[in-house]
């Protein structure tokens, strides 16, 4: 099939967003103040209710042809009566929800996909019936949480008792952590060795030789004409080098990281003194940014937490990491909050923060994958999983564009970094806080509802546009803003993907579910690859469209 131009291409988000404003009045309560669709909207109604790319394959891509975006623009229009009544049920929800004082969970979380039900059932609200009907589902969806919310986690910790127990459990914790006597490589040589051997042979034989997951193509399966090829070399030794004995050779090694306690030895060497970081690539630390500080601090009890202005993740309260946790889909099949706490207690002073092995493994192999990811680089990488994941950076259009946009061969060093193009260039200070610094958080809990377009300047706080501190709670002010931070991401990878893996190894220690074998690992870090991506192709679009608005305004 031929290559589809890129000049007949719109991005899908601007083909929604043009449908949703033509619908007119009576989608307020979806959309943000400039008319916009809330991102919630988009992410629970318009892709999965309303596209259905998984039937509509055409739909499914960043990029559409003219025919897609007519489709698109053609089932968004049919539909809109129906968004319109589950928008008035959505507004008689959360009034319902307000005269029975029920705080837990977030609103459009909860109540969006069931009010597109409720209008695909009733239509729009009609009284007196609607009052009654609202009132149920709102007291079913309250029933499921069990209590297991952020507001009975401030409960639980307000009371002056449990806040004085909590603490004085966090201090025997932390004063019996496995510290080592000396310092040392972190990590150890030998975890490295075996990590590449995971590496090599946990990739699948169509993902080694193609890198692809469906990212960066055009409809139909193009290659975008700006994208950098993989090369042909590296293919063809993938293909060949690709079979079952490396697979066994990766279970393998994969158990004697878990069965050595290497994930252990590593969290254990971070809190020594002197730790000299051995990941590779210069001006990765030991911790590979998991914390500001040198050495991560002992966790306190903490009674305040914020989604858009996280810790990282090692340096996070007690609080702040039991709240990350409520605030993820599938946080009913948690255990009661005490439990949680006294859990979470003994997790947070645990190695990486991390209380199973299997786990603690994962982060060691993601963070010698992720020290060695050059996407901005034309090199291959040292193990298959490597040149797996760069081939699809390297082909991804936003980041030919953003290379194009921040990278030259003679651009000066970013402040704080040392030098363009190295390893490490326009890597923050440690411990800085502010614009320059790196963020943390965890993806699925995102901050209060915005649109489309705000939430593409701020994308979720687990890697990217920096939130660490009070002045960067808010997109960067400008363009050249941005470009810097869009230099800083490509040339640091492992800032961002390091924190959204500890954060979705935590949500996974939290419901008790392991590793189990090298397919299941490479899931997993193949997943937050491209988690990271998708935020990356929204910074890019953010970018451009500051760019283009402030060219716009200068021409006025």
Same mark, same amino acid.
């Given at each position: 099939?031929?290559?589809?131009?890129?000049?007949?291409?719109?991005?899908?988000?601007?083909?929604?967003?043009?449908?949703?404003?033509?619908?007119?009045?009576?989608?307020? $309560?979806?959309?943000?103040?400039?008319?916009?669709?809330?991102?919630?909207?988009?992410?629970?109604?318009?892709?999965?209710?309303?596209?259905?790319?998984?039937?509509?394959?055409?739909?499914?891509?960043?990029?559409?042809?003219?025919?897609?975006?007519?489709?698109?623009?053609?089932?968004?229009?049919?539909?809109?009566?129906?968004?319109?009544?589950?928008?008035?049920?959505?507004?008689?929800?959360?009034?319902?929800?307000?005269?029975?004082?029920?705080?837990?969970?977030?609103?459009?979380?909860?109540?969006?996909?069931?009010?597109?039900?409720?209008?695909?059932?009733?239509?729009?609200?009609?009284?007196?019936?609607?009052?009654?009907?609202?009132?149920?589902?709102?007291?079913?969806?309250?029933?499921?949480?069990?209590?297991?919310?952020?507001?009975?986690?401030?409960?639980?910790?307000?009371?002056?008792?449990?806040?004085?127990?909590?603490?004085?459990?966090?201090?025997?914790?932390?004063?019996?952590?496995?510290?080592?006597?000396?310092?040392?490589?972190?990590?150890?040589?030998?975890?490295?060795?075996?990590?590449?051997?995971?590496?090599?042979?946990?990739?699948?034989?169509?993902?080694?030789?193609?890198?692809?997951?469906?990212?960066?193509?055009?409809?139909?399966?193009?290659?975008?004409?700006?994208?950098?090829?993989?090369?042909?070399?590296?293919?063809?030794?993938?293909?060949?080098?690709?079979?079952?004995?490396?697979?066994?050779?990766?279970?393998?090694?994969?158990?004697?990281?878990?069965?050595?306690?290497?994930?252990?030895?590593?969290?254990?060497?971070?809190?020594?003194?002197?730790?000299?970081?051995?990941?590779?690539?210069?001006?990765?630390?030991?911790?590979?940014?998991?914390?500001?500080?040198?050495?991560?601090?002992?966790?306190?009890?903490?009674?305040?937490?914020?989604?858009?202005?996280?810790?990282?993740?090692?340096?996070?309260?007690?609080?702040?990491?039991?709240?990350?946790?409520?605030?993820?889909?599938?946080?009913?099949?948690?255990? $009661?909050?005490?439990?949680?706490?006294?859990?979470?207690?003994?997790?947070?002073?645990?190695?990486?923060?991390?209380?199973?092995?299997?786990?603690?493994?994962?982060?060691?192999?993601?963070?010698?994958?992720?020290?060695?990811?050059?996407?901005?680089?034309?090199?291959?990488? $040292?193990?298959?999983?490597?040149?797996?994941?760069?081939?699809?950076?390297?082909?991804?259009?936003?980041?030919?564009?953003?290379?194009?946009?921040?990278?030259?061969?003679?651009?000066?060093?970013?402040?704080?970094?040392?030098?363009?193009?190295?390893?490490?260039?326009?890597?923050?200070?440690?411990?800085?806080?502010?614009?320059?610094?790196?963020?943390?958080?965890?993806?699925?809990?995102?901050?209060?509802?915005?649109?489309?377009?705000?939430?593409?300047?701020?994308?979720?706080?687990?890697?990217?546009?920096?939130?660490?501190?009070?002045?960067?709670?808010?997109?960067?002010?400008?363009?050249?803003?941005?470009?810097?931070?869009?230099?800083?991401?490509?040339?640091?990878?492992?800032?961002?993907?390091?924190?959204?893996?500890?954060?979705?190894?935590?949500?996974?220690?939290?419901?008790?579910?392991?590793?189990?074998?090298?397919?299941?690992?490479?899931?997993?870090?193949?997943?937050?690859?491209?988690?990271?991506?998708?935020?990356?192709?929204?910074?890019?679009?953010?970018?451009?469209?500051?760019?283009?608005?402030?060219?716009?305004?200068?021409?006025?």
């Amino acid at each position: 099939m031929p290559a589809t131009p890129l000049g007949t291409l719109q991005p899908r988000s601007q083909v929604i967003d043009r449908a949703w404003r033509a619908l007119g009045p009576g989608l307020e $309560p979806l959309s943000g103040p400039g008319g916009a669709p809330l991102t919630r909207a988009v992410k629970l109604l318009v892709l999965p209710l309303v596209l259905r790319p998984v039937l509509r394959p055409e739909l499914a891509g960043d990029l559409l042809t003219d025919e897609a975006a007519d489709l698109a623009a053609g089932l968004l229009r049919e539909d809109g009566p129906r968004l319109a009544a589950a928008a008035g049920w959505f507004t008689l929800l959360k009034r319902v929800r307000r005269a029975l004082r029920v705080v837990g969970g977030n609103p459009q979380d909860l109540y969006f996909q069931r009010c597109y039900e409720l209008a695909a059932e009733h239509g729009a609200p009609r009284p007196p019936d609607a009052e009654e009907v609202a009132r149920k589902v709102v007291l079913e969806l309250a029933a499921r949480d069990g209590g297991r919310t952020v507001e009975a986690l401030k409960a639980h910790l307000r009371d002056p008792a449990t806040e004085r127990s909590v603490a004085e459990a966090l201090s025997r914790a932390w004063g019996a952590r496995p510290v080592p006597a000396a310092p040392g490589a972190v990590p150890e040589a030998n975890a490295l060795s075996l990590a590449d051997t995971v590496l090599d042979g946990c990739v699948p034989a169509d993902r080694a030789a193609s890198g692809n997951r469906g990212a960066g193509r055009a409809p139909g399966g193009a290659v975008p004409a700006d994208g950098p090829r993989p090369r042909a070399q590296e293919r063809g030794a993938d293909r060949r080098d690709t079979g079952g004995a490396e697979r066994g050779t990766a279970e393998s090694a994969l158990a004697a990281l878990v069965g050595d306690g290497h994930g252990t030895r590593l969290g254990a060497a971070l809190w020594a003194s002197g730790a000299v970081s051995d990941w590779g690539p210069e001006g990765v630390p030991p911790h590979l940014g998991l914390s500001a500080a040198p050495l991560p601090p002992r966790p306190g009890v903490g009674s305040t937490a914020s989604t858009a202005a996280l810790p990282a993740p090692l340096d996070r309260t007690l609080y702040e990491r039991v709240f990350t946790v409520l605030r993820a889909p599938g946080h009913h099949d948690l255990p $009661p909050v005490p439990e949680l706490v006294d859990a979470e207690t003994a997790r947070s002073c645990s190695p990486l923060g991390l209380s199973d092995e299997s786990l603690r493994v994962a982060l060691l192999v993601g963070g010698r994958l992720a020290a060695g990811l050059d996407p901005l680089g034309t090199a291959p990488g $040292p193990t298959r999983a490597h040149r797996a994941i760069d081939r699809r950076w390297r082909r991804e259009s936003s980041v030919a564009r953003a290379r194009r946009m921040t990278v030259s061969p003679f651009d000066a060093p970013i402040a704080h970094g040392t030098g363009a193009g190295g390893p490490g260039a326009g890597l923050p200070d440690v411990g800085r806080t502010g614009a320059g610094a790196p963020a943390a958080g965890l993806p699925d809990a995102e901050p209060p509802a915005r649109s489309d377009a705000d939430r593409a300047a701020a994308p979720a706080p687990d890697g990217g546009t920096p939130r660490t501190g009070p002045a960067s709670t808010l997109p960067p002010a400008s363009g050249e803003d941005l470009l810097a931070d869009l230099g800083r991401s490509l040339r640091t990878p492992w800032i961002a993907y390091t924190r959204r893996l500890w954060a979705r190894l935590h949500g996974r220690d939290a419901h008790a579910a392991g590793i189990d074998g090298p397919a299941e690992l490479w899931s997993l870090l193949d997943g937050v690859s491209y988690s990271v991506l998708m935020d990356h192709r929204a910074r890019v679009r953010a970018a451009l469209r500051t760019l283009t608005d402030t060219t716009s305004g200068s021409a006025a």
